[in-house]
């Protein structure tokens, strides 16, 4: 035992000099590395994905378990305010429910105000040290938490919150939703919640099955947001090439909707029913919702497997 080597710490910049062209591009094709610290099942769908005013984020992932979609801001130094409010304004414009921030050290006030905002918000804030760990003359990082959200601090957060009455109203319909779901599985580890749509990954980072509810109707289908708009468009159009041949197999019409006003595209069933507001009628277009789930589910999957995009 006297013979096993002794760990050193080193400072991450002696590992990674430089965030932008070293550590940033290492996680990306190492996310697997941060997954295992934060027992979660990240995708990098875009390394220095812009916002609409022309701010980039160092990394736009997925959490492929939750279909959660998540930001990562990279510092190989201590906290700063800067940093927390990019990270801030970088989850506000993508409206990702993930935020994880990679330091080397945290400050107090920092740290507290991650807690904060895990107990405050509905979001997942993750604060994650990263340092060089030097054994027998071999360097590799080492990612620890510092803070990270757990289902203690969110039921705290939820009995100091007042949801609105939407918000309320919007988590039932899901709930009830998922459990009118029975064997069709595909979104049994989705978590209900106060939004007008919930998400599930179709397999290929990016693309997304979605259900979607408004007050005066829902529908199902697919989201596409791989990243660039102009990738977008390419997987979209691989998808519309088909379209005689899929529209062939459903028994709903299409609407396809390539969105050139946004960066995203998406594809969905129409059919008649009711909305939010018409509770009376929830049964029936959460039925109506699961049947045409099934079929772009069927439909589309085994295409988005064969996507060369």
Known sequence: MNSLPRAVRHAPRELFSREDTEFTPWLEENIDRISETLDLSLTVIERERDTPTGFSVDLFVEDEDSGQEGVIECQLESTDHDHLGKLLAYSTAFDTDLVIWVVRDARYEHEKTIDWLNESTEK??????????????????????????????KEIGETKREPSDRDKKQERFWTELLERSGEFTLFDNITPK??????????????????????????????????????????????????????????????????????????????????????????????????AMKEVHSVFGPKIEKLSV
Not at 136 to 151: D, H, N, Q, V
């Open 124 to 153: 997942y804030f993750h604060l994650v040290k990263i340092e060089a760990i030097e054994i027998a003359g071999e360097m590799a990082p080492l990612f620890t938490p510092l803070a990270s959200p757990s289902p203690e601090v």
């Open 194 to 291: 106060k939004a007008s749509y919930i998400t599930k990954g179709a397999g290929v980072a990016g693309i997304k099955y979605i259900y979607r509810i408004r007050n005066g109707w829902g529908d199902s289908g697919l989201y596409i947001d791989v990243g660039e708009k102009e990738l977008n468009g390419e997987v979209f159009d691989e998808l519309h090439a088909q379209r005689e041949e899929i529209e062939s197999e459903l028994d709903y019409e299409v609407e396809w909707h390539r969105l050139e006003d946004s960066r995203a595209c998406r594809i969905t069933l129409k059919f008649n029913s009711y909305g939010l507001e018409d509770e009376d009628h929830w049964p029936q277009v959460q039925d109506d919702m699961i049947e």
